[in-house]
């Protein structure tokens, strides 16, 4: 708190009338900075190693995701949602093709439901590796880093058995996913959880309790709830704050209300609460799994409503309505009907809620995303005035910014 | 919307939810219509009773919505709808577990609101998005600048009538005021 009072009296100084501008230095860091993750560029003013000003610029990484969205078809989008967070594309698919069914008023069979649920879940462990490794390597702890890649290895190597990709998914599909399980898909996944569980029981004892890192994240990034609530903050963050808000509990869409988990909160919301809250979503993660894979039901993995899926090859080539069909869908495209949803789901950084607009037609009028990091990023003069250069590395580091998601 | 949601929202709702009412019981001029879409219980209120309406849906103690979600537009266009802009703002209450949908509908040769970024402190980027994208100008914004896009870019590209194929002129390297050769010889 040293911090914070020399910043007071440094404002104090200023408002006396003093001129201490020739000693307030302005550092550009990034827009690409090994610290940044992603592109965006940091414009800090320091008064010495504190900072006293900050103001971050985005959009370095602007695609153009919803105006392409808006010039596709509504099933060609779901290529694209795999850009958004590219650490977590399974969740951006399901999250797209359940707004989508949603504004079809249909729901994909429970088997879907229960992979999707899986898959969500391998997502978010590996979004969590990901933010994790990048903080701990990035003061200094290397191994953790790697342990963290290991892992995350074993996942997408699950994921690229389900869909044959490991970052480019395309996987989800309207009222359904692409493919069903894979043969012994459900012993690979046991057997890489054992693996996963290991892994995280090492990376626990390498850091929940390791002094020097302890030193560097604890009371940095402090949050209020107020503050929180008022940035918008959800997810891992706003957990941390001690706001047990989580999408999949709070909507329970899916089958996430069969399913038993419990929602970790921190107290303060700094850097070490962030870090402990999702090494316990790991976790919990980990037991939704295997609840899911126990409870996987028999049955069809895609819905068999006429103009949703795209018939069966011998439907197209045997008989005139398959033709149809295929036809229809392959020249007009899906035609949700006119309206338009909100659907949240859990991301890995928080409430990911696409809002689609439909007018009945082949087009989106509206694909929008709301992308949970953004409003993060928009905290982050909040987050850091009135701490050191140095802290700037945890407190954005888990912020976990994803460029892909945040720019669109 | 369609034909049928726009009959449904003129039309008195039995099924309004606890909210629309509450809302016309308030703002008996502001709020001009409503549906249920899907279960997402929206709203359509005047312009000019946004920033009461914002300010009572966070304050009162029925509402308590404590999260600004999400705020976009919709560029009515090529739907044929006037107006041509729809401002939509979603909340989220955690007191009381429900979301909320609100929409204003902006003309187009006059696409101006008033912003709430002193209501929720999201807003503010929001605000800025949306204008980037949109050229909807929120008045009071503090600071109402692009955000994705870069200064110099022409036109909005979110709206219908911005082509998707169109080109911006490459930008002249900008002046910067060096300090530092860095062993540079200049």
């Not at chain 1, 992603?38 to 602007?62: A, K, N, Q, S, W």
Request: with cysteine; aromatic share 10%; net charge negative.
């Amino acid at each position: 708190m040293t911090g914070m009072s020399a910043l007071q009296s440094r404002i104090e100084g200023n408002s006396s009338g003093e001129d201490f501008s020739a000693s307030i230095m302005s550092i550009e860091i990034g827009p690409a900075h090994p610290a940044m993750h992603g592109i965006v560029r940091f414009t800090t003013h320091l008064d010495g190693e504190l900072i006293v000003g900050m103001e971050p610029e985005i959009g370095y990484l602007h695609r153009g995701f919803e105006k392409e969205s808006e010039n596709s078809k509504w099933i060609q989008v779901i290529p694209y949602t795999d850009r958004l967070n590219y650490v977590s594309p399974l969740l951006n698919n399901i999250g797209y093709s359940m707004a989508v069914e949603k504004l079809y008023g249909i729901e994909a069979p429970r088997r879907a439901e229960f992979t999707r649920v899986i898959m969500g879940e391998i997502s978010r462990i590996t979004d969590h590796l990901t933010c994790l490794g990048a903080v701990a390597m990035e003061i200094g702890a290397f191994t953790f880093f790697l342990w963290c890649i290991k892992a995350r290895e074993y996942l997408w190597e699950l994921v690229e058995e389900m869909s044959g990709a490991r970052l480019t998914t395309n996987w989800t599909r309207f009222g359904g996913n692409a493919h069903d399980l894979p043969d012994g898909f459900l012993s690979d996944l046991a057997d890489r959880l054992s693996k996963l569980k290991e892994v995280m029981s090492e990376c626990d004892k390498l850091l929940t309790r390791n002094k020097i890192f302890i030193d560097r994240v604890k009371d940095i990034g402090s949050f209020s709830k107020e503050d929180a609530l008022s940035f918008g903050f959800t997810g891992p963050l706003l957990r941390a704050c001690g706001i047990p808000y989580d999408v999949r509990r709070s909507d329970s869409y899916s089958v996430y209300d069969e399913l038993d988990f419990e929602i970790p909160v921190g107290s303060v919301g700094d850097c070490f609460d962030r870090f402990l809250v999702r090494m316990e979503e790991i976790r919990q993660s980990i037991l939704i799994i295997e609840q899911a894979a126990d409870k996987m039901p028999e049955g069809p993995f895609m819905t068999d409503e006429r103009m949703i899926h795209y018939p069966d090859k011998k439907d197209v080539y045997g008989n005139i309505e398959g033709l149809i069909d295929h036809f229809k869908l392959v020249m007009e495209g899906h035609q949700p009907p006119a309206g338009e949803v909100y659907m949240p789901i859990e991301g890995g950084n928080g409430e990911m809620g696409f809002y689609l607009v439909s007018d009945g037609g082949g087009d989106p009028v509206r694909v929008r995303m709301r992308p949970p990091c953004f409003n993060l990023v928009s905290a982050m003069p909040a987050m850091t005035v009135g701490h050191y250069v140095a802290d700037i590395v945890p407190i954005f580091g888990s912020v976990n910014m994803i460029g892909g998601e945040l720019d669109r | 919307m369609s034909e049928e949601i726009t009959t449904k929202e003129t039309e008195v709702n039995p099924e309004a939810g606890d909210l629309t009412n509450l809302l016309q019981e308030e703002f008996p001029d502001g709020v001009t219509g409503f549906h249920a879409h899907r279960g997402d219980e929206t709203v359509v209120i005047e312009r000019d009773a946004l920033e009461s309406v914002c300010r009572f849906l966070r304050d009162d103690s029925r509402c308590s919505f404590e999260i600004m979600m999400d705020l976009t537009a919709v560029d009515r266009l090529e739907m044929k709808e006037t107006p041509r802009f729809e401002m939509i703002y979603h909340f989220k209450s955690l007191t009381h577990a429900r979301r909320l949908r609100l929409k204003v509908r902006l003309a187009e040769d006059d696409c101006k609101i008033a912003s709430i970024h002193h209501l929720w402190k999201a807003v503010n980027w929001y605000e800025r998005e949306c204008f980037d994208m949109f050229g909807i100008h929120f008045e009071g914004h503090p600071d109402l600048r692009r955000i994705l896009m870069y200064d110099e870019f022409e036109g909005h590209p979110l709206r219908k009538d911005y082509p998707i194929d169109k080109q911006q002129p490459l930008l002249e390297l900008k002046e910067v005021e060096e300090r530092h050769t860095y062993g540079r010889h200049t």
